[in-house]
T-cell receptor
């Protein structure tokens, strides 16, 4: 149980385009999902917390207009990187949590390369 | 600000030895503790969770919690080269917030 999927696993795009990443909890309902970014050989960095049916909470320094998060259902959250630039190239990982539990289950991640 | 500290390593152990990974946390009120393993280029995967003082064993893994001293440890018995990875300690942030992660300890098991 507790499987989280992400799609796509790899994406290459041109600078200035937008990219949408999906995060799905496959066998449980996730009232809260989290989005992380990780640069090579660096630690996880929490970008935002996404609660179903409400606006996401962004961490300090993360531009909410650039990283759009939508948590429209209990099994799906999406992250859209708008007007992507080469510095946005990174490994984006989502995690999901069951209500009233603190355990976070991670998706396999999406590797974004902006040319 | 709540913090979780880990020695970055690398921690090098020979195959078959016991690997000991340690973690300290700053918030004395923390109630839940987790160990994740992250292979290079992959996302973290949950190894164990622990909530009460003492030891919790799962196969070759043993998590140890000491709330009075505010530390958590992970012991890996009979270490294998496939255990080579970065191990992340995480502490519950409470009030619906995300887990607070340490920066991880890199373990290298040599055959």
């Amino acid at each position: 149980g507790a499987v989280v999927s992400q799609h796509p696993s790899w994406v290459i795009c041109k600078s200035g385009t937008s990219v949408k990443i999906e995060c799905r909890s496959l066998d449980f309902q996730a009232t809260t999902m989290f989005w992380y970014r990780q640069f090579p050989k660096q630690s996880l960095m929490l970008m935002a917390t996404s609660n179903e049916g409400s606006k996401a909470t962004y961490e300090q320094g993360v531009e909410k207009d650039k990283f759009l998060i939508n948590h429209a259902s209990l099994t799906l959250s999406t992250l859209t990187v708008t007007s992507a630039h080469p510095e946005d190239s990174s490994f984006y990982i989502c995690s999901a949590r069951v209500q009233q539990q603190e355990t976070q289950y991670f998706g396999p991640g999406t590797r974004l390369l902006v040319l | 600000q709540k913090e979780v500290e880990q020695n970055s390593g690398p921690l090098s152990v020979p195959e078959g030895a016991i690997a000991s990974l340690n973690c300290t946390y700053s918030d004395r009120g923390s109630q839940s503790f987790f160990w994740y393993r992250q292979y290079s280029g992959k996302s973290p995967e949950l190894i164990m969770s622990i909530y009460s003082n003492g030891d919790k064993e799962d196969g070759r893994f043993t998590a140890q919690l000491n709330k009075a001293s505010q530390y958590v440890s992970l012991l890996i018995r009979d270490s294998q080269p496939s255990d080579s990875a970065t191990y992340l300690c995480a502490v519950g942030g409470g009030r619906g917030t995300a887990l607070i992660f340490g920066k991880g300890t890199t373990l290298s098991v040599s055959s």
